[in-house]
């Protein structure tokens, strides 16, 4: 999927890397192409969005029906990249960000880098990769792009797409915060998402279903960061992988998470 090149990884993220390369998600991802909107219920128009930009339209969008569909589809929809790479202590880590107290939604929650299909974007590893660069200075080359995770469906139609990356040079990657859009950059261990430490669940519920949301509470340099909701579910669902285990707790996702159909 990415880059060939290991740039002196380790032998253990080679491992992990040919381990990753052949996960399937349980559905397959969404042709954004050709999928169209209407036959669709989980994909409709919503003022609140999962990320604060807000989609621009045009003139072409605003008089062609099909190109509205097009733009329409990337509005709802929106990728994430998981950063993975291996820490001092030979751990496996992975970059998060603390998103901007003045962004107009979601401001200072810790989240992964990642935002909205644009227009350009050719597939939902571009979107990662772009955001990424964009939002904390990663270089796409640096990032060796293993598998794309099953989707995650907010309660509002927009679909979330986990893009699984292996960064084999740490050094390599010298951040660079949009400040804008990014508060700070700092790094977890990947493990911690599959522990009952400093781990804490509130029961909610949503059309009747209900669920836990799980919070994690982490310190990194001083500072205090709270992991949770969706983020936290990308993270529980990316660690199961990675480690082949279930968490230590019982984790009764929401139902509207993987809602069929994508």
């Known amino acids: 999927m990415g880059s060939s090149n290991y740039r002196g990884g380790s032998q253990r993220l080679k491992d992990l890397a040919q381990q990753l390369s052949i996960y399937k998600p349980l559905h397959p ?16 128009d919503t003022s609140d969005k999962l990320f604060p930009e807000e989609f621009d339209s045009n003139t072409e969008s605003a008089t062609n029906p099909i190109a509205n569909q097009s733009e329409r589809l990337r509005s709802n929809r929106a990728a994430v990249l998981i950063c993975i790479f291996e820490g001092e202590n030979g751990d496996l880590r992975v970059i998060l960000t603390k998103r901007s107290s003045t962004l107009s939604s979601h401001s200072g929650d810790v989240s992964l880098p990642g935002g909205k299909t ?3 974007d050719v ?11 964009e939002e904390i200075g990663l270089d796409p080359s640096l990032v ?3 598998t794309v995770l099953q989707p995650f469906i907010t309660k509002r139609g927009m679909t979330v797409v986990p893009v699984m990356g292996i960064l084999y040079d740490k050094q390599a990657f010298k951040p660079v915060p949009n400040a804008a859009e990014v508060e700070a950059i700092f790094e977890a261990p990947l493990e911690m998402f599959l522990k009952d430490e400093n781990r804490r669940a509130e029961e909610r519920e949503w059309l009747g279903d209900k669920y836990l949301l799980h919070f994690f509470d982490y310190e990194a340099e001083n500072k205090k960061y709270v992991i949770w909701a969706l983020t936290a579910g990308i993270l529980i669902q990316a660690a199961s992988i990675v480690y082949q285990r279930s968490p230590e707790f019982q984790e009764q996702k929401p139902k509207f998470w993987n809602r069929s159909g994508l």
């Open 123 to 133: 597939d939902d590893i571009e979107t990662a990769l772009r955001e990424a660069k």
């Open 29 to 44: 991802l969404n042709d954004t192409k050709n999928k169209n909107p209407n036959e669709d219920p989980t994909i409709r």
């Open 144 to 146: 060796n792009v293993v």
């Open 118 to 120: 644009e227009k350009g």
